[in-house]
């Protein structure tokens, strides 16, 4: 006797209830089924659903069902019928989005009891009608026990319903509260996008929430980006970006080679990253929600901030589009499926957050390498969905590249001329101020008409010195927010030094008094064999801790914030007499090549040990990483004194050359700017600072990937003075 796999009514609770324990997410199932149909319009309509009991509504205007289709579609469980009875794509081309049919399902069983009735656009005059009693099936003894038939009828014909299906879930399970209705209404609204270019499928829901929430999220704050990215892969896998200003002018493209080289680590001879996921698009409008920060903007100073943050905090988030519709929870509340906020952490330079951006990704698929959840909440993570992740981040980063650059060469730039303004302007006033008041008793007083020149003279000259020292001051105000940042981590790090110093010491008073005593209780031979060694490391330890305590100290001194003439090659060798301890516990030799006796920088000792610290830093950095070919570590400081080829004086020359393993992964003229750094646990701000400061001293800086030692070298050149009895 040939016997059949039967199923009890409980393997229905696991694809219903415990599928999907929202009721939002079953609904989303139904305005798919819509979609599916070709329908025009979905409406939700919600009576007495806010407590148990209540019933749902979901009506289209699609191509309806036959008896056939009807029967495989919600009485076949687990095995879609869109792709074995109506095909992939429906009558005006739109690829279906429901391959499991088991979502249907979990919709359904929302109440104690549905009905479906739908009328055939391929059958004018038939309607179809099918009831389900979750009720009795849940009550017998297998589900297939409960007979289950499909109605069907001629009618006449109907202009307000002519086809389409209406779905009528009664008794529901449990009532749709406020927090469900807010979900439904956000994912209902953003199911197509708040975008300006949405599709011929809308939907439409009687709740409260859903008519509050759609004004608000109406597509009219788009054109206060401050930049568009558009970003596209092919089916090739490779990239092509563009980043758009607010003027919708482009102002960076970039190439697959720009855009999908790794930037993270060390990316030493790694080839542009070649993507296996499907073709797609990536668009994401970026805004300025602080403007106050740009005050030369005045169209940032017009825009309606508050109303700009109000619909981010509805809409914002980078939401993925699979064949036209939305796909939860990518871009949901709280679903930073990109990862942007993170990376946004650990290099906020330029980046973009889901409080401050909206963006979409559409793929189409044609060929189903992205595969839906069994339970609805996005697709299964394999390497094609990870690599649509990567190509968005891939482009991410790149325009943040750009802004990055774009921005430190506007800084740069208008700090120098700022600067230049400043002094002739402040030259001009002085000239002026003699004139008026001329130093010498025997000149003559202007005459009428002269002093009203002059003093009209004097009048925009003043003005003009205000203006100018106004521009340097909104030229500094990126670099007192940088440095200000700095100077809180300095500061508490000089606390916590004070407090290590003393636990330091401590630790080596009491090894020193342990290591007395055992020697009372031994004789010399069993301590020097048993407790000498470790003893010995454990004092060295605690110096190596004292020296780091002091280390910060040491730079922090109030003294050597003021300015003089200070000594480069005594300067060289005092700064790395302080690392020294740190040095030797890493096994790293400092060779010194100083050549610039008696030449002196005016500047303060602070600002040449910060150059140099930082620069020691990274050469010590540099030995950690895994790809260090060398087993020697050599850091070799250099001065020369040379002579300017386009102007009297001289300069001196600190060069600092490493033996690790060069500079990789990174162009050179990025390792100056802040965050960029190959370290994976970088800061990426020692370059900018070490930038910052030869800017200041009006010298240059210069490195190089590799140099004579094997490994990277930088090469700061500043303004030198020649002490007395010094020799060149």
């Not at 009576?47 to 076949?76: C, H």
Request: aromatic share 6%; with cysteine; charged share 30%.
């Amino acid at each position: 006797m040939d016997h059949r796999l039967r199923f009890a009514p409980e393997i229905l609770v696991r694809l219903g209830e415990e599928l999907v324990p929202h009721p939002d997410l079953g609904i989303m199932e139904l305005v798919r089924n819509a979609y599916d149909a070709d329908a025009g319009v979905c409406r939700i309509e919600l009576k007495n659903a806010a407590d148990p009991g209540g019933t749902l509504l979901v009506r289209d205007d699609g191509d309806g069902m036959t008896a056939d289709q009807l029967a495989a579609g919600f009485l076949l469980i687990g095995k879609s019928g869109k792709a074995t009875v109506t095909g992939t794509h429906t009558r005006s081309g739109r690829r279906r989005v429901g391959e499991k049919g088991l979502g249907r399902i979990a919709a359904l069983r929302l109440g104690t009891k549905v009905t479906v009735v739908t009328r055939p656009l391929s059958e004018p005059g038939q309607e179809h009608r099918l009831t389900i009693d979750w009720d009795l099936v849940d009550s017998s003894y297998a589900v297939e026990d409960v007979p289950i038939a499909i109605e069907t009828r001629t009618i006449d014909n109907d202009a307000q319903f002519p086809h389409g299906t209406v779905i009528n879930v009664q008794g529901l399970r449990r009532g749709i509260e406020k927090k469900d209705a807010e979900r439904l209404a956000r994912s209902l609204l953003l199911l197509t996008g708040p975008f300006a270019d949405e599709g011929a499928f809308r939907v439409a829901c009687d709740a409260p929430e859903f008519a509050e929430l759609a004004t608000l999220i109406k597509p009219h704050l788009f054109d206060q980006y401050e930049y568009r990215l558009v970003a596209d892969l092919d089916e090739a896998g490779e990239i092509s970006a563009t980043l758009f200003n607010w003027r919708g002018e482009p102002e960076f493209r970039g190439t697959h080679n720009d855009v999908a080289r790794p930037r993270r680590g060390n990316t030493k001879n790694q080839p542009p990253i070649t993507f296996s996921a499907p073709a797609a698009s990536f668009e994401l409008w970026m805004f300025n929600l602080n403007p106050s920060a740009s005050k030369k903007e005045v169209r940032l100073a017009q825009q309606d901030t508050p109303a700009i943050r109000k619909w981010l905090k509805q809409v914002g988030g980078i939401h993925l589009y699979h064949r036209g519709l939305r796909v939860q929870p990518y871009g949901d509340v709280g679903n930073d499926w990109l990862r942007i906020n993170l990376r946004r952490t650990g290099s906020p330079e330029k980046r973009p957050s889901t409080d401050t951006s909206i963006g979409r990704i559409r793929v189409t698929d044609p060929y189903d390498v992205l595969r839906p959840k069994t339970d609805r909440s996005g697709f299964v993570e394999t390497l094609e969905f990870h690599d649509l992740q990567v190509f968005a981040q891939c482009a991410m980063d790149w325009a943040a590249d750009q802004r990055l650059d774009q921005r430190e060469q506007q800084r740069i730039g208008a700090l120098a001329k700022a600067r230049d303004r400043v002094k002739e302007a402040e030259t001009q006033f002085q000239s002026l101020m003699e004139v008026i008041t001329p130093s010498d008793r025997d000149t003559l007083p202007l005459d009428e008409a002269v002093d009203r020149t002059a003093l009209q003279s004097f009048a925009s000259s003043a003005s003009a010195v205000f203006q100018t020292q106004k521009e340097e001051i909104e030229a500094l105000r990126e670099d007192l927010l940088l440095y200000r940042s700095l100077a809180t981590v300095g500061t508490s790090t000089a606390v916590f030094a004070h407090e290590a110093l003393r636990p330091a010491s401590r630790i080596i008073n009491l090894v020193k008094t342990v290591s007395r005593r055992i020697k009372k209780r031994i004789n010399t031979e069993d301590y020097q064999s048993d407790f000498d060694g470790p003893i010995e490391a454990a004092i060295d330890s605690a110096r190596t801790l004292e020296t780091f305590a002091k280390l910060p100290l040491s730079l922090l001194k109030k003294n050597k914030r003021e300015i003089g003439d200070i000594e480069v090659d005594a300067a060289c060798r005092s700064i790395v007499s302080v690392f020294q301890r740190y040095l030797v516990e890493r096994s790293i030799e400092v060779v010194f090549d100083l050549d610039a006796r008696g030449c002196t920088v005016r500047t303060t000792i602070a600002d040449i040990e910060s150059i140099l610290s930082n620069l020691l830093a990274n050469s010590a950095h540099a030995f950690t990483r895994p790809d260090n070919p060398r087993s020697k570590r050599i850091i070799r400081v250099q001065t020369r004194v040379r002579d300017r080829n386009d102007a009297d004086g001289r300069d001196v020359v600190i060069c600092v050359d490493d033996s690790g393993p060069g500079i990789q992964g990174l162009p050179l003229s990025a390792i100056w700017l802040p965050g960029k750094t190959t370290l994976d646990n970088g800061t990426g701000l020692g370059l900018t600072i070490v930038r910052d400061i030869v800017a200041d001293l009006k010298g240059s800086q210069e490195a190089r990937a590799h140099a004579e030692l094997g490994g990277a070298r930088i090469m700061v050149t500043l303004p030198a003075r020649q002490a007395e009895g010094g020799e060149p």
